[in-house]
C-alpha cells in the first residue's frame, strides 16, 4: 500500500492499526519535516516497524520510480490539497492489476462551475452550475482517471 501524499502519517498509522492484511505500508511525503513527525506518530502509536516504510521523495518521482523497479501497489491513497490530477498518471501506472486506488479531489469550486475555464483546463469537461452540481463533478472525475487508464491500457 501507498500513501502517497501522507504529511504527517495520521491517515497511514490507521491504515495500519485497522487493516491487518498490510503487509508493507509506504508512506510518503516530500516534506523532511513532516517524514520525521511521521515516525515520531508511527512509534508513539506502537506501530509495527516491519508493517511500514517512511519515504522523502516527490510522490510522482516515487511511483514512476516504483513503476521502473516493477513494484506496484495494491492500494495507492492520493489526499492532495486541491486536485489529483498531476499526480494521477503516475499513480494509475503504479498499481497492481485488480488494484485500488483511493481518490480525493477537494477542488469543488472549480468542479461546480465557480471557474469553468479551469475545469476544462484540468479535467477536459464543462461544469454546469446547477443544484446537480456535486453529482456532476463526480462524474467528471470519473471520466478523467477512466480517460486516463484507458490511454494505459489499464
Do not use: Q, W
Amino acid at each position: 500500500m501507498l500513501e502517497a501524499l501522507a504529511a504527517t502519517g495520521l491517515r497511514s498509522v490507521r491504515y495500519i492499526k485497522e487493516i491487518p492484511s498490510i503487509t508493507t505500508l509506504v508512506a510518503n511525503d516530500i516534506d523532511k519535516t513532516a517524514t520525521d513527525l511521521m515516525a515520531k506518530n508511527f512509534e508513539f502509536n506502537d506501530c509495527p516497524k516491519e508493517k511500514y516504510r517512511i519515504s522523502t521523495a516527490d510522490a510522482i518521482d516515487l511511483m514512476n520510480e516504483m513503476r521502473k523497479n516493477k513494484e506496484t501497489f495494491n492500494v495507492v491513497d492520493l489526499d492532495p490539497y486541491g486536485t489529483a490530477i498531476p499526480f494521477l498518471e503516475s499513480a494509475l501506472t503504479a498499481i497492481s492489476n485488480e488494484g485500488l486506488l483511493c481518490v480525493t479531489f477537494t477542488d469543488m469550486a472549480v468542479l461546480c462551475a465557480r471557474k469553468p475555464h479551469v475545469c476544462f483546463y484540468k479535467y477536459g469537461s464543462a461544469p454546469l452550475a446547477k443544484d446537480y452540481c456535486h453529482d456532476m463533478a463526480l462524474r467528471m472525475i470519473l471520466y478523467c482517471i477512466n480517460t486516463m487508464a484507458n490511454k494505459h491500457g489499464i
